[in-house]
T-cell receptor, first 113, second 114 residues
């Protein structure tokens, strides 16, 4: 089982809807989680970053970590066509360290105008 | 401020050829790394460096070499290209000393090996 699992989608929603993107992870040892956004033919860009369990909000984006269920979520409010991209979740590997980053395969999100 | 710059953007090689993918960052980041991204596989770490003169292997290092003579540059060398190395390659750096939190990625190099 891959350490971080993510539904590849595509997930298609109408403009203005609330989007929920999810990842599950298999190893409980972690220090931090991240969400990256990747537009077509571009490099990933860091969107959200959190050390702890619970919620972290930044504008229209909310990252949620539930350690008990090993679930990572990203919510996008008032979704815009410009939010159409692939969203990658990532966490540090068990034990951390400089090589300790595991990415999910990404969910392709389409916001319909 | 250019961030992380990768060259070339596209490259086609024949099996057995060698080449170097260039990566430079102007943010004075100590940590740099190389990833490859394949459909259905996600991002996988090839090599990383926590500072000039220090490099180490990641998840998929075979067939690749790296060196880090300066803080700014972290080239990736393909020794003898194979079709399995067809992929999109990303260089990334982090401002967090000795760690890979908060990675900044370049725009990628799309490599095809025929």
């Amino acid at each position: 089982q891959k350490e971080v699992e993510q539904d590849p989608g595509p997930l298609s929603v109408p403009e203005g809807a609330i989007v929920s993107l999810n990842c599950t992870y298999s190893n409980s040892a972690f220090q931090y989680f991240m969400w990256y956004r990747q537009y077509s033919r571009k490099g990933p860009e860091l969107l959200m970053y959190t050390y702890s369990s619970g919620n972290k909000e930044d504008g229209r984006f909310t990252a949620q970590v539930d350690k008990s269920s090993k679930y990572i979520s990203l919510f996008i409010r008032d979704s815009q066509p410009s939010d159409s991209a692939t969203y990658l979740c990532a966490k540090d590997r068990a034990g951390g360290g400089a090589d300790g980053l595991t990415f999910g395969k990404g969910t392709h999100l389409i916001i319909q105008p | 401020n250019a961030g992380v710059t990768q060259t070339p953007k596209f490259q086609v090689l024949k099996t057995g050829q060698s080449m170097t993918l260039q990566c430079a960052q102007d943010m004075n980041h100590e940590y740099m790394s190389w990833y490859r991204q394949d459909p259905g596989m996600g991002l996988r770490l090839i090599h990383y460096s926590v500072g000039a003169g220090i490099t180490d292997q990641g998840e998929v290092p075979n067939g690749y070499n790296v060196s880090r003579s300066t803080t700014e540059d972290f080239p990736l060398r393909l020794l003898s290209a194979a079709p399995s190395q067809t992929s999109v390659y990303f260089c990334a750096s982090s401002p967090v000393q000795g760690n890979n939190e908060k990675l900044f990625f370049g725009s990628g190099t799309q490599l095809s090996v025929l």
